[in-house]
Nanobody
């Protein structure tokens, strides 16, 4: 499966963005997998932002975005979305979506638990 992230851009502090991740390929269905959003800023390690269970009934957020971000999914459309509000300069990074390897465990926060990384979409927040 290939994951394509989009929706990034350059915004001002306090604005919002909606990131989308669409699966494609021979077996594009993501419905059986937990999905996650990660981000990586220059010179920093890739970090967990948000995750959603395969059923969509459980979500997990990094403390840094909790309360101002919402992850959702539409399995029929093979799409995962991350809505971010009140953006801050520290949100500046390349955002990636990925598929968790094992959906028999809880939503993982380590990038090592994920595969099928998408191409990433740049988010730049200017003050």
């Amino acid at each position: 499966v290939q994951l394509q992230a989009s929706g990034g851009g350059e915004v001002q502090v306090g604005e919002s963005l909606k990131l989308s991740c669409v699966a494609s390929g021979r077996r594009p269905h993501i419905s059986s997998y937990h999905m996650g959003w990660f981000r990586q800023a220059p010179g920093k390690e890739r970090e967990f932002v948000a995750g959603i269970s395969w059923r969509g009934n459980t979500t997990s957020y990094a403390d840094s975005v909790k309360g101002r971000s919402t992850i959702s999914r539409d399995n029929a459309k093979n799409t995962v979305t991350l809505q971010m509000h009140n953006l801050k300069p520290e949100d500046t990074a390349v955002y990636y979506c990925a598929m968790q390897r094992r959906s028999t465990i809880a939503i993982a926060k380590s990038p090592n638990e994920y595969r099928s990384w998408g191409n990433g979409t740049q988010v730049t927040v200017s003050s």
